[in-house]
């Protein structure tokens, strides 16, 4: 049975975050072979772009968790003179899949601030803290 789906890459739309941009930095571009040459079919990329509309890095780290998670069972094969090294392509999405999701956690971990340039939340250390007011005022 041969999988489902549509295999296209227009190289003049990377400038605009869709499948064709998505298809661009995950280095899937070699769509002329169809399943056989690569890895995602544009409904997955959309799925994932679709499933993270605000976060362009999430849908990417979405896809590159699936795509080192798929090809991490393949070997690397030897006949005769031939050599395939499966692995590396498993290997270079997952360290990318780490690097990115190393990236994404520290966004999140930033405190937000608003069009204003101010924070939105009030800062959780602030001078002063470990006072103890009750004994200022007993003196």
Do not use: H
Not at 58 to 78: C, G, H, I, M
Request: charged fraction near 30%; proline fraction near 5%; include cysteine.
């Amino acid at each position: 049975m041969t999988p489902r789906g549509t295999y296209t890459y227009d190289p003049g739309s990377i400038t605009e975050n869709g499948k064709d941009r998505m298809r661009f930095e995950l280095g899937d571009v070699m769509v002329e072979g169809g399943a056989e040459t690569t890895a995602l079919t544009d409904e997955e990329i959309t799925a994932a772009l679709q499933a993270y509309p605000a976060s362009w890095k999430r849908a990417k780290l979405f896809l590159l968790e699936s795509l080192y998670r798929r090809f991490a069972y393949e070997t690397d094969t030897r006949t005769g003179p031939l050599e395939l090294y499966l692995q590396q392509r498993a290997k270079l999405w997952k360290d990318d899949y780490e690097k990115l999701k190393k990236e994404v956690a520290l966004e999140c971990a930033t405190v937000p601030y608003s069009a204003t340039g101010r924070r939105n939340k009030p800062p959780y250390f602030y001078a002063g803290m470990q006072e103890n007011q009750r004994a200022r005022n007993c003196r």
